[in-house]
């Protein structure tokens, strides 16, 4: 089943305003990870944040976590158009081994498409 | 360039085909995996490689077979595929032996199953 679903499906603004994107879970983690794609490309990671981590930026994102609520959110500020891209967060599932050698396996969403018009 | 490329970008193949779709990262990871991308679904994990060796199999149709020779490069043959399989199939690299290293994606390929 799946583990990260993000809200909204969809998000359109305009340059210069901030955009939020949530992301829930199911289970317990011990991160969370959001990537960026662009349309028809692979994903390009953006920020991760541990189980045991509240907030954290990055340039001009911030990411929290609330895993009371199981839901993080991702947050662009002064967005401009070339952040007009789909957003997916993953989660790795804390019930999986993750012991050094051993794979381990990220389960995404279906993503926020975002779009910032000029 | 994400250092994970892979070829070819676009394949179109008839159900009765076989093919194969090649990933080569230039990161020095050690972990490499295939994910397929279907239209309004979420990104589904196929396989898995660590070292070379298979540690993942999400239940994937035997249709579908990878092969991993070298921690560098990773392959995924297709043959008898149906219309159903069409979808981007990207692949990724990691450091592996951690959740907390981040994946490196290709660009995909863009495959059409007639």
């Known amino acids: 089943s799946q583990q990260g679903e993000e809200d909204p499906q969809a998000l359109s603004i305009q340059e210069g305003e901030n955009a939020t994107m949530n992301c829930s879970y199911k289970?317990?983690?011990?991160?969370l990870q959001w990537y960026r794609q662009n349309s028809g490309r692979g994903l390009v990671h953006l920020i991760l944040?541990?189980?045991?981590?509240r907030e954290k930026h990055s340039g001009r994102l911030r990411v929290t976590l609330d895993t009371s609520k199981k839901s993080s959110s991702l947050l662009i500020t002064a967005s401009r158009a070339a952040d007009t891209a789909s957003y997916f967060c993953?989660?790795?599932?804390?019930?999986?081994?993750?012991?050094?050698?051993?794979?381990?396996?990220?389960?995404f969403g279906k993503g926020t498409l975002l779009t910032v018009n000029p | 360039e994400t250092g994970v490329t892979q070829t070819p970008r676009h394949l179109v193949m008839g159900m009765t085909n076989k093919k194969s779709l090649k990933c080569e990262q230039h990161?020095?990871?050690?972990?490499m995996y295939w994910y397929k991308q279907s239209a309004k679904k979420p990104l589904e994990l196929m396989f898995v490689?660590?070292?070379?060796?298979?540690?993942e199999n999400n239940s994937v149709p035997s249709r579908f077979s990878p092969e991993c020779p070298n921690s560098s490069h990773l392959f995924l043959h297709l043959h008898t595929l149906q219309p159903e399989d069409s979808a981007l199939y990207l692949c990724a690299s990691s450091r592996g032996g951690s959740s907390y290293n981040e994946q490196f994606f290709g660009p995909g390929t863009r495959l059409t199953v007639l």
């Open positions: 490689y660590n070292f070379k060796e298979q540690t």
């Open positions: 944040i541990r189980s045991n981590e």
């Open positions: 990161l020095g990871h050690n972990a």
């Open positions: 993953a989660t790795d599932p804390s019930s999986r081994k993750n012991s050094g050698g051993s794979n381990y396996k990220l389960t």
């Open positions: 289970t317990s983690i011990n991160n």
